[in-house]
């Protein structure tokens, strides 16, 4: 690997990653940054490049075209109209999914043969769309999933038990949007399951935060971007250094031929192999229900 990275988007879910990316010990050689401004896409680059004296990272920062996607090993994919307040995701789709056709023919008429990782929205279904409009192998495309979802989830069980996020184990699954869920009869704490120590009325409002919390967050300043950027730089910074971490990243299931968020082992190679994990009945009829939503979704993509 040469560990060169392109960003796709220049906008704030973009720039959040990179500078994430930048502030924090990495293996990435190369940044470069593509946007359909391409003076943006310049300043954004001169502007981090005045960090690297003084970040933990040093690193080629530079703007670029889709022409650069030749020899880069991983693009991240944060272009795209943005969601507006009042506005869900799937509203997105077909305004997204034009611009998704054209960006992803011309970045594989380039020669790129690395791994995309897409974070716009709706983003199961633009990782699904990625998937078919490159050509690579679905463990060579994925999507941020419900990694910055379980995030939500994990901070705010924490908060309730008073202890560090880091130490729960926990996941939201399914699509990154209104049907995804928590997996109770996962999470745990301390080897303990988190259903003993939380009672069921405020589990349900702990899920409903960490499901709900984006549409809070765009109320109140627009948008939505430090948290899902530094869920980026996680996720590169894991195949880039085939760490073998699980992640609830948005990753291709066969049985139901659909990408959606749900834990995966993540390396060098992509997705290593979805985790099999034992569910009970209700959280399989959850898991269902949101599955169905994205292949609507998906079939109405496709029709556009």
């Known amino acids: 690997m040469a560990n060169k990275v392109m960003i796709v988007g220049t906008g704030n879910v973009g720039m959040s990653f990179g500078y994430a990316l930048v502030h924090q010990r990495t293996n990435v050689n190369e940044l470069i940054l593509v946007d359909i401004n391409k003076e943006d896409a310049e300043g954004e680059a ?127 699954v399914g699509e990154h949007g209104d049907s995804e869920f928590a997996l109770w009869s996962c999470a745990s704490v301390g080897g303990q399951d988190v259903r003993d120590l939380i009672d069921a009325q405020a589990r349900a409002e702990i899920e409903d935060y960490a499901r709900k919390e984006a549409y809070t967050i765009i109320e109140k300043k627009g948008a939505t971007y430090y948290g899902i950027g530094s869920c980026l730089a996680t996720i590169v910074n894991c195949i880039l250094n085939d760490e073998n971490r699980i992640l609830p990243v948005s990753n291709y299931d066969e049985f139901s031929g659909t990408y959606n968020g749900f834990p995966a082992v993540l390396g060098a190679n992509g997705i290593v192999r979805r985790i099999g994990l034992r569910i009970n009945e209700e959280e399989q009829i959850k898991f269902n229900a949101s599955i169905q939503v994205l292949k609507d979704a998906i079939a109405e993509a496709e029709q556009a």
């Open 46 to 172: 001169i502007d981090l490049r005045d960090t690297l004296a003084v970040a933990p990272a040093y690193l080629k920062v530079r703007a670029g075209e889709y022409s650069d996607a030749g020899d880069c090993d991983i693009i991240v994919i944060t272009a795209g109209i943005p969601q507006k307040p009042g506005e869900s995701r799937m509203d997105l789709l077909k305004k997204n999914a034009a611009i998704f056709k054209d960006m992803i023919g011309q970045i594989m008429e380039a020669g790129f043969n690395g791994i995309f990782v897409v974070a716009s929205n709706p983003m199961d279904v633009l990782t699904y769309l990625t998937w078919r409009y490159s050509g690579l192998p679905a463990e060579h495309v994925i999507g941020s999933g419900t990694v910055l979802d379980s995030a939500r989830l994990r901070y705010r069980i924490a908060q309730r038990l008073h202890v560090h996020p880091k130490a729960i184990h926990a996941y939201q």
